[in-house]
């Protein structure tokens, strides 16, 4: 059965602080993995990842792909605030899309 | 770009009573596809289809559901009767193509509450 794991499904830090949220997924005909923000609304594309070994960057946030081990990360570097919400990892597969359950930040002040 | 434009925003109703939902994807998008979200189950594909054409309704839930597309700029997700199981937020979302570079664009979502 095709799955996406993440962990921690939730997450409490302070501002300032650097956190690593994590997707591990067991997904056949894998094309992509993306990660996506959901504060209170519509999830929000941040990353697309296709390739092991390069890293997307976009100011603070920084994502890697490893298509060996199945698994992405992101960084998110000197939280704020404003950070806080749920972060969905999703992979694509021929034809469909599979979420994970989302990692939970709270990022307090 | 206005973005995929979903209506309504929220929706209220007693069980056992119609619900439409509508959805008009981004324009020039070919996949337009419907999930449902919940704290229990997360983001679930019920639906999508590729230039208007049902291609794969494996994820909705039962016959009470159903989803048109009877032109590339609207789509519609139907439930008939309505449950309070039924209760989720649906979101739309549309992508330019299937070649593993064009991400999800998601609408604002439909929150529906049946009681």
């Known amino acids: 059965e095709d799955k996406v794991v993440q962990s921690p499904l939730s997450l409490v830090v302070h501002e300032g602080d650097t956190v690593t949220l994590n997707c591990s997924y067991e997904?056949?005909?894998?094309?992509?993995l993306l990660w996506y923000k959901q504060e209170k609304k519509a999830p929000t594309f941040l990353f697309m990842l296709?390739?092991?070994?390069i890293e997307k960057k976009s100011g603070r946030l920084s994502s890697i792909l490893d298509k060996k081990e199945l698994f992405s990360i992101l960084n998110i570097t000197a939280t704020q605030t404003g950070d806080s919400a749920v972060y969905l990892c999703?992979?694509?597969?021929?034809?469909?899309?599979?979420f994970g359950s989302g990692t939970k930040l709270n990022v307090k002040p | 770009d206005a973005g995929v434009i979903q209506s309504p925003r929220h929706e209220v109703t007693e069980m056992g009573q119609e619900v439409t939902l509508r959805c008009k994807p981004i324009?020039?998008?070919?996949?337009l596809f419907w999930y449902r979200q919940t704290m229990m189950r997360g983001l679930e594909l019920l639906i999508y289809?590729?230039?208007?054409?049902?291609?794969?309704d494996s994820g909705m839930p039962e016959d009470r559901f159903s989803a048109k597309m009877p032109n590339a700029s609207f789509s519609t997700l139907k439930i008939q009767p309505s449950e309070p199981r039924d209760s989720a937020v649906y979101f739309c979302?549309?992508?330019?193509?299937?070649?593993?570079?064009?991400?999800?664009?998601f609408g604002n979502g439909t929150r529906l509450t049946v009681t």
């Open positions: 979302a549309s992508s330019f193509q299937w070649s593993g570079n064009s991400p999800l664009h």
């Open positions: 997904v056949t005909n894998f094309r992509s």
């Open positions: 296709t390739s092991s070994g």
């Open positions: 999703a992979v694509e597969a021929f034809n469909k899309f599979y």
């Open positions: 324009s020039g998008h070919d996949y």
């Open positions: 289809f590729n230039n208007n054409v049902p291609i794969d």
